[in-house]
Nanobody
Framework: QVQVAQSGGGLVQPGGSLRLSCAAP????????IAWFRQAPGKEREVVSC????????YYPDSVKGRFSISRDNGKKMVYLEMNSLKPEDMAVYYC????????????????????WGQGTQVTVSS
């Protein structure tokens, strides 16, 4: 069974920064699309960043573009989400997730078919 372990998160003031980490020791990240999701209370889960295995391109919704950055270290089998200029509306539980190649017609932002998930970590943005 593939285990995925997240770390990071916590409480930060508006305008602050956090880095989330995701360890996936059982996966070869060269063969997986990687995404960070978030879910706030009463809201649907959404993709906040992803890297497609198809072409290596990254995706960010407008709500986080320019503030969030996804990266990976294939050798260490680690994925990161750097979050800057955090806003109260960024407050949510964040999850990393992975899926294999589905086909050229899929985009990492579609949020579907993710097989392996981290346990989630709370990000609280408050003064």
């Amino acid at each position: 069974q593939v285990q995925v372990a997240q770390s990071g998160g916590g409480l930060v003031q508006p305008g602050g920064s956090l880095r989330l980490s995701c360890a996936a020791p059982g996966l070869d990240l060269n063969y997986y699309t990687i995404a960070w999701f978030r879910q706030a209370p009463g809201k649907e889960r959404e993709v906040v960043s992803c890297i497609s295995v198809n072409d290596g391109k990254t995706y960010y919704p407008d709500s986080v573009k320019g503030r969030f950055s996804i990266s990976r270290d294939n050798g260490k089998k680690m994925v990161y989400l750097e979050m800057n200029s955090l806003k109260p509306e960024d407050m949510a539980v964040y999850y990393c997730a992975f899926r294999g190649f589905l086909g050229s017609g899929y985009t990492c932002s579609d949020g579907t078919g993710y097989t392996y998930w981290g346990q989630g970590t709370q990000v609280t943005v408050s003064s």
